[in-house]
């Protein structure tokens, strides 16, 4: 007598890249909808190649220098951490999108930027690619410990100026980027001599339970919807998390205070055209609430992550003119 089909069932699918199956299996394919139509132009001068920081889980971060301004000598440069979006459970750091930015970024602050891998949900749900941020900032403290001595990466001990480290991320990176910031903050993570002098939070991905205006009321044409939203979270949360989990909502009720953390000069990047833009005002408001330095910058009119959807648009154009000025800013400068 048959015992029926048991093949395992898709029982949730997202955007057929990324399938669970009844099994708790997790099937995924490739991404092309994160892929540009278009090829986008080189960034002449600006070195890349990739560094494995964490041998056991293959954990590599991308390394990008600027090759040095004419009659600048041997000065170092500015270090910009950078996490990539996706959700959680989507996006790579070798994908156009994040590349083509950090390309940008490198040359225009210029920096050395650090585009950091990190394990990916539902295979590693959160905070598993929290713990693969802050293990890549013990990596880097680990560098600033070898100098110039072996087993040091050459590009980093030439170019970098750990002291002025800002640490960044791209919607699920910028969530990222707030999280490791408090652990460094707090002291709950010792990167010393890695000085963290400032946050950038890139159409931040954050979440709560209580919907806002613009997710009752999204604005025309966005890139990222509330079911998407809503999707990421629910698979890259722990099983059964809500949306006001401390990873989701930073001042939701099980949040711990921000109060008594001395939190580095942040920049909160918020497009208007976003379901999230309400989460990203609220979160800059309730900062410059509790005394910290906070600076807003708006884009009205464009989308979710438009930074990394046209790397080479306008509004990319003036964020990297505002990222420039924030790097440039004397520590500690939050005017």
Known sequence: MSGGDTAPRVVEDLFGIVQILSDGTVVRGDEPVLQPKEAYPDVPGVQWKDVVYHAVRGL????????????????????????????????????????????????????????????????????????????????????????????????????????????????????????VTVQVASGQLAVSPVRVVGYVLLSAFFGGAERTAAETDPPADVSLTVEMSDQFWHMSLPVGAKRDHPVANPFGPESPSLAPVDLPPALVVAPGSDVLRDHVHGYAARLKKLGKAVEVAEFEGEQHSFSVLRPFGQAADELLRVLRRFTRRPSGDAS
């Open 60 to 179: 590599r971060v991308r390394v990008y220098r600027p090759a040095p301004l004419a009659g600048s000598g041997s000065s170092k440069l500015p270090v910009l951490v950078y996490f990539h979006g996706g959700g959680y459970c989507m996006g790579s750091f070798t994908q156009p999108y994040f590349h083509s930015f950090c390309l940008r970024a490198a040359q225009e602050l210029p920096a050395v930027v650090l585009s950091v891998q990190y394990r990916l949900a539902p295979e590693h749900r959160l905070p598993a690619a929290i713990h693969d941020g802050a293990d890549f900032l013990s990596w880097l403290r680990g560098q600033t410990e070898l100098g110039a001595g072996a087993g040091a990466d050459p590009w980093l001990a030439e170019s970098a100026d750990f002291a002025r480290t800002f640490v960044s991320g791209v919607s699920a990176g910028a969530n990222l980027a707030h999280h």
